[in-house]
């Protein structure tokens, strides 16, 4: 028996982007689930939606209790707060396919995570790239990275198989470092290769500050000392060098990335990862 998801979005200044990353909730062809919204900045986002035309009991409100807490607190806040079977994680700028919901949990009834590919676009909605788009397969945790090589956060999981909560030390590839977590009790992931998941490419994510670059070299740093030792006792440990091979070579990218190129990091990087070969 099919269970049901809870979409977990945290919002933080969201007026002008919420009521489409709701919308494609609502618009899912798997109707079991309840999304789960996060208010990080004090507001109560029902009258936002209430005038959007947006109402829906499946709809929970929560609250961080802190103003710009970070999206991986008031994830937590959620993950505190929910009992259902499956989880899913959904930021209020981005938006779910039509049929991200149903497939996933198809896959989930013999997966405990699922993944898929990610339409890439910029804020008017325009298509700038797929990520990991192609055959659906069974992924190791070395193998992950390989075909999902940026943003972690189209997961789906069995919260009864894996689970866990974001790290709040870490300033980037938090979602990374969650899936790490998962992996300690699920040895692998199942990827769906069709692009479920739009994931929007703000202005700021683009331009990657300095800020923001010494934000993901130090996050991955941290995640390459964390894969040399016992941090994250792997449920398939044989994924490891594989992990940590993909890091070296993403911390390689951004020391040598040029944003003001106007490139997309990942296709800066994919040609870096297809250098040396994906891992089993």
Known sequence: MRGTVSVIMPAYKAHATIGYSVKSVLDQSYSAWELV?????????????????????????????????????????????????????????????????????????????????????????????????????????????????????????????????????MSNMTDLEFLLQLYRTAPQSFHLGAPLHDYIKRAGSMSNSDKAKAGMIASKQVLLQRLGSTYYPLANDKGRDGLIDFLEVSLQAERLYAPETGQLFEDHLEPMLNKNGQPV
């Open 37 to 169: 919204i996060v208010a990080d900045d004090g507001v109560d986002y029902g009258p936002v939606l209430g005038a959007e035309g947006i109402t829906d009991t499946r709809i929970k409100f929560l609250d961080s209790g802190q103003l710009g807490g970070g999206a991986s607190a008031a994830r937590n806040v959620a993950l505190d707060n929910i009992s259902t079977e499956y989880a899913a994680i959904l930021d209020a700028d981005d938006r779910l396919k039509p049929q991200k919901l149903e497939r996933a949990v198809n896959a989930l009834a013999e997966h405990p995570i699922v993944t898929t590919a990610l339409d890439v676009m910029d804020e008017q909605f325009v298509h700038l790239r797929f990520v990991a788009s192609g055959p659906d397969r069974v992924l190791t945790p070395g193998a992950h990275k390989w075909v999902n090589i940026s943003m972690d956060s189209m997961l789906v999981w069995d919260r009864r198989a894996a689970d866990g909560r974001y790290d709040l030390s």
